[in-house]
């Protein structure tokens, strides 16, 4: 009943805080995606990237819900920034959503702005754009020297969807390949 007064960044919070503790709540989160599809249009980036990530990381699929906030994120580029770029990208690929304009749109402002993603950042982001088989050949092949040189700031499963992300899209990265394996 009070769901119907929350802020788009209240929505967020509680999603965020029942996945982050992995607790299922299905019927939670059911209403949650229906308070947010009827505030979508209140959400900053910060939220959409809030509640996909929350999403996708509690194994929630909300298409119609999904659907909303793609567009929205489009529309509000200019608030962007590699973080919410980078957790749209992984819980749209991790939820197999398909959202090929956002997708390319995400890729095409990470191609210009590599420099400041984090690597787990841009590992993520790689993998949710490989994921959905996006065309993303500036992309990869800019990442891979910046990648090469940080593999040491990435996980075992980090490590892994960048080397999926490669073969995925069929790109080569000796240079990155080479210092995966000897991490």
């Known amino acids: 009943q009070k769901v119907g007064q929350f802020k788009p ?13 992995q607790h299922d709540a299905p019927a939670l989160f059911d209403t949650l995606a229906a308070e947010a599809m009827r505030q979508v249009g209140r959400f900053n980036s910060l939220d959409v990237a809030q509640v ?3 999403f996708a990381e509690a194994r929630r699929s909300a298409p119609a819900l999904f659907d909303a906030l793609a ?19 992984w819980g ?19 191609a210009t ?34 990648l090469a040189a940080s593999v040491g700031a990435l996980s075992n ?5 960048v080397a999926e992300a490669y073969v995925m ?10 210092a995966i394996t000897v991490e």
Not at 9 to 21: E, F, G
Not at 123 to 145: F, M, R, S, T, Y
Not at 157 to 161: E, H
């Open 92 to 110: 749209y690929a991790t939820l197999r959503h398909a959202a090929p304009e956002l997708y390319a749109t995400i890729a095409e402002f990470a």
């Open 52 to 54: 996909v990530w929350s």
């Open 157 to 161: 499963v980090q490590l892994q969807q």
């Open 113 to 146: 702005r590599m420099g400041r993603f984090s690597a787990p950042g841009l590992a993520a982001l790689l993998w949710g754009v490989g994921k959905v088989g996006q065309e993303a050949a500036p992309l990869l092949d800019g990442a891979a020297p910046l």
């Open 9 to 21: 960044q209240n929505l967020a919070n509680t999603v965020w805080a029942y996945a982050t503790v």
């Open 169 to 178: 899209a069929g790109r080569e990265a000796t240079e990155l390949f080479a």
């Open 71 to 89: 567009g929205r994120f489009a529309s509000l580029r200019k608030q962007w920034t590699p973080k919410v770029c980078s957790d749209v990208a």
